[in-house]
Nanobody, 125 residues
């Protein structure tokens, strides 16, 4: 079992930066691929970024590529999402997720078994 808690959300002006953290409990964190997803009001949850168990492989949605960076520190059981050059369209609730029994990263929400409660990110123009 893995429990995930996001933090670091808030309100920022366009062009600003935020760093989200996802703290995990459970012994399987270091062997699990992780991901970030987001959901804006009235829209479906969408993929943002994913990272494999070791942190050696990452993948991003086209909309955030070059602006967001996903990383993890397995010694601290924590994953991060550094968000730079934020735009109003990045406004959403951001969720971290963990795969069960798989070290391979994925862009599909359906392949993640564990989810955090979400943290709100609001970018004003």
């Amino acid at each position: 079992q893995v429990q995930l808690v996001e933090s670091g959300g808030g309100m920022v002006q366009a062009g600003g930066s935020l760093r989200l953290s996802c703290a995990a409990s459970g012994r399987t964190f270091s062997s699990s691929a992780m991901g970030w997803f987001r959901q804006a009001p009235g829209k479906e949850r969408e993929f943002v970024a994913t990272i494999n168990w070791r942190g050696s492989s990452t993948s991003y949605a086209d909309s955030v590529k070059g602006r967001f960076t996903v990383s993890r520190d397995n010694t601290k059981n924590t994953m991060y999402l550094q968000m730079n050059s934020l735009k109003p369209e990045d406004t959403a609730v951001y969720y971290c997720a963990a795969r069960k029994g798989s070290a391979v990263s994925s862009r599909l929400a359906s392949e993640y078994e564990y989810w955090g409660q979400g943290t709100q990110v609001t970018v004003s123009s």
